[in-house]
């Protein structure tokens, strides 16, 4: 393919995704994604909750294939059914909407995979303050809050079927969990889980389940915790229900070697380039490339044998909040150089999911451990 042919800026859909474009079929015959749906009541499910966290430390020494010398995995954050009609575009205009720039890296790149983390019931107005000062007038920020939350079940997933199916029907995609609501209803609105108790995360998730059970939409055992935010009560209620990785890192700035730590958004002095357990016995993975990282910094990580773990949010623009790493025809362009340089890396470079290396790193947990942690 021409590559200026299927850049972004100049290349649009121009059919609905379920009259099948021409391109998308390309891509939907090399479906499926990868791994069975997560169900908290399976046995695998329970016998992760049961394995004595205390047993899990350190950065798994096999979470690489054999053969493989580096991987990389592609996230998208805040996918909810918002449409145009909303406040802003979240994936709600299917094919027409922001997630046609998923689409179009999927059909250019077909060794592309994507992890798109999902809110069950989304009630923000907007995703992130657009008057930072007025939240400095405690009467205002009661209001804006207020103001700010949508009724409950205004954007509950399983009321949307024609975005679950259009969801399903995306190749070498697979769904994790972004939140209950992505709102706590008081400043700042976006960390739901921030004084949270733990108990209350345990309701949390189990109504994400149920929410996710009555769309019938599948999803693999990992959050991407809203605003990064991971508690220790978060960390144990996840692992309780059976939860077996999570996103809550990210750093893009600093330097790349096997020993560098994050130290920017979430949890800090995790691993930079690799998956890692940690403390409540999950396994965490740290975002270290977005818009606004160069190329270079994709290339080091591959270089020395890391993970390279890229970040895009589904919301370009709501108000006058312009997210950086929003879907967008300059950060689609830039993604497409990305993928373009990893198909040059050849056969050693692991194209995978979140969700895939969860697996393969809980799978090569000692049986021994989980069998008896099923006899306690
Ligand atoms: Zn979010």
């Known amino acids: 393919m021409d590559p200026d042919k299927r850049r972004c800026s100049r290349h649009r859909l121009s059919r609905p995704f379920a009259t099948v474009p021409s391109e998308v079929d390309a891509v939907t015959s090399v479906r499926p994604a990868s791994l069975p749906p997560f169900a908290p009541d399976r046995s695998e499910s329970t016998s992760f909750a049961r394995l004595p966290a205390r047993g899990l430390a350190g950065i798994p020494p096999d979470w690489l294939p054999p053969g493989k010398k580096a991987a990389v995995v592609f996230t998208i954050d805040d996918v909810h059914p918002g449409t145009s009609r909303d406040s802003y575009e979240a994936g709600g205009d299917l094919d027409h909407g922001q997630l046609r720039f998923l689409i179009r890296l999927l059909t250019a790149h077909s060794k592309l995979r994507a992890t798109l983390f999902v809110t069950a019931d989304w009630r923000a107005k907007h995703p992130s303050v657009s008057h930072p000062l007025l939240m400095h007038i405690p009467g205002v920020r009661r209001l804006w809050c207020e103001w700010n939350t949508l009724p409950e079940g205004t954007m509950r997933i399983d009321r949307f079927p024609r975005f679950i199916e259009f969801l399903k029907n995306l190749p070498r995609v697979e769904i994790g969990l972004h939140g209950l609501t992505h709102n706590r209803g008081r400043h700042p609105t976006h960390l739901e889980y921030l004084d949270a108790s733990e108990e209350e995360c345990r309701r949390s998730l189990a109504g994400i389940f ?167």
């Open 210 to 376: 149920q929410i996710f059970h009555a769309a019938n939409l599948a999803f693999v055992p990992g959050m991407s915790p809203p605003g990064w935010y991971l508690s220790h009560g978060l960390a144990r209620a996840m692992r309780d229900a059976g939860l077996t990785f999570v996103g809550s890192s990210r750093d893009l700035v600093s330097a790349v070697h096997r020993e560098a730590r994050s130290g920017m958004s979430g949890l800090t002095g995790t691993s930079l380039i690799a998956p890692q357990w940690i403390s409540g016995g999950l396994l965490n993975f740290t975002t270290n490339y977005q818009a606004t990282s160069t190329i270079d910094r994709a290339r080091s990580i591959i270089d020395h044998g890391g993970l390279l773990a890229i970040k895009a949010h589904v919301i370009k623009r709501a108000g006058s909040y312009v997210a950086l790493d929003g879907l967008g025809d300059e950060y689609c362009d830039h993604l497409h150089a990305v993928f373009d340089y990893l198909e040059t890396v050849g056969e050693d470079l692991w194209w995978t999911s979140m969700g895939e290396i969860a697996a393969r790193c809980v799978a090569a947990l000692p049986q021994a451990s989980i069998g008896k942690a099923n006899d306690l």
